[in-house]
């Protein structure tokens, strides 16, 4: 028997028992990041970076806990709840990262996951008769903090829905803040007009619609039917040489002047045929009148294919009657000399972009710093500088013709033998 026992012992003795194994565990806090309330019952997702997503819940106190976690290499942490949506930065969903979490300290503080309670503006949207308008495009506007300018809206600042079939409709996720609402009726061009909230046509009178965290506001809109005038002419151009096998075609654009920033707003386009240009039911009011002769391919009716040679800015007033024989003289576009100018041992590489709402055209700088833009659609212009080769690259003040320019934008034609200024200084590549 103690020979037996010893046997066994020894076989015991002999065995490799497995290495224990290295566990992690990653938690933290889901938030209101405008109240810093704690979110109770939010649904939070971690996606390791070698493993397929693992889910667990906030509890009462906002707190939650991926316990016994293997190496994951990295991770991605994400919360969702009811009523609530993801915060935006620069465009992007907010996403909270980490490291391997077998190798992280365990006293680092826990993850932070920001939520908000989204607004939303619904309402009805109905004609003239007080029937409901079917698939109205609704657009919401916000205005920027500190700004008086109602921009385009960015992810979670506003947004575009259809009505449905009975003209309601809702517009979700939006952050705390003023909206302007405006309706579009679906038959564009006619005697139905875009309308702001309340009953406005033009942006300048549109009533701030103040929402705040997780409101529901209501905004219904009655679109306006009014008649407007027609408006006839022609476009007249230099008669200079046109190669073989080119072609020239003649555009006129009418925008109105409390709506120029925003070209999707009250903006009639006509293709000039041989007869001359036609616009239908004008409204009344000032118009920035745009003309442009492009040449291009005969066999190409690609845009990129096409570019502006002739062309003219100005602003008219269309009278409540019919306006007939309007004669738009096109000119040539002019070239925009500029200079880069730049600090001491500063000789960046760049290049100029001129971007406006229809095309964009780009120079290079050469050695001294010099360029020049040409082919540019008549309209407001926006200048960006691109760095091609330098350690570190800041764009400073912009002048036309000794004048800042705010924002980089200014409106095209500008007059002949205008020239461009802009300031750029280098920093070392460790700053």
């Known amino acids: 028997m103690p020979t037996r026992l ?103 503080p826990p993850n932070v996951i920001r939520l908000f309670a989204y607004a939303a503006i619904s309402g009805r949207i109905t004609d003239a008769t007080g029937a409901p308008v079917a698939q109205a495009s609704v657009r919401v506007f916000r205005r920027r903090p500190g700004s008086t300018e109602r921009a385009v809206p960015e992810p979670n600042t506003g947004g575009s829905e259809p009505a449905n079939d009975l003209g309601e409709y809702r517009i979700a996720f939006l952050i705390p803040g003023t909206y302007y609402i405006q309706a579009f009726p679906r038959a564009q061009n006619s005697v139905d007009h875009a309308t702001y909230f309340p009953a406005t046509l033009d942006e300048s009178d549109a009533q701030g619609l103040q929402v705040s965290e997780g409101q529901q506001a209501s905004a219904d809109i009655q679109i306006l039917r009014l008649k ?73 009716r690609s845009q990129e294919d096409r570019r502006p040679v002739f062309g003219t800015r100005t602003e008219i007033t269309i009278p409540s ?58 309209g407001r212009v926006t200048l960006t500088v691109h760095a091609i080769k330098a350690p570190g690259f800041d764009v400073g003040t912009m002048r036309l013709n000794n004048v800042e320019l705010k924002d980089g934008t200014f409106d095209y034609p500008v007059p002949p033998g205008s020239k461009l200024e802009i300031e750029v200084t280098c920093r070392p590549r460790n700053q």
């Open 6 to 108: 010893a046997g066994i012992l020894i076989v015991l003795g002999s065995m490799v028992l497995p290495a224990q194994k290295i566990v992690g565990r990653v938690e933290g806090v889901v938030i209101d990041v405008y109240t810093n309330q704690l979110i109770a019952k939010a649904r939070v997702k971690l996606t390791p970076d070698n493993l397929d997503p693992l889910y667990t819940f906030s509890d009462e106190q906002g707190h939650f806990l991926f316990a016994t976690l293997p190496a994951l290499g990295g991770f991605r942490l994400q919360a969702e709840r009811p009523g609530y949506s993801t915060v935006w930065e620069n465009a992007r969903p907010v996403v909270v990262t980490g490291r391997d979490p077998t190798k992280e300290d365990a006293t680092k």
């Open 321 to 378: 009657h019919d306006v007939a024989g309007l004669q738009v003289e096109v000119q040539p576009l002019p070239e925009i000399a500029g200079k880069l100018v730049s600090g001491e041992g500063c000789s960046p590489s760049a290049k100029i972009y001129a971007e406006n709402t229809t095309m964009w055209t780009s120079a290079d700088n050469a050695s001294d710093g010099s360029f020049a833009l040409s082919k540019i659609y008549p």
């Open 228 to 300: 407007g005038v027609r408006v006839t002419g022609i476009v007249t151009a230099p008669a200079t040489p046109l190669e073989a096998g080119r072609k020239r075609e003649h555009w006129v654009t009418l925008r109105r002047v409390a709506d120029r920033e925003y070209p999707q707003n009250d903006r009639l386009s006509s293709h000039v045929m041989q007869s001359g240009f036609a616009f239908e039911n004008v409204l009344p009011g000032r118009y920035i009148m745009t003309a442009v002769t492009e040449e291009g391919p005969e066999t190409s």
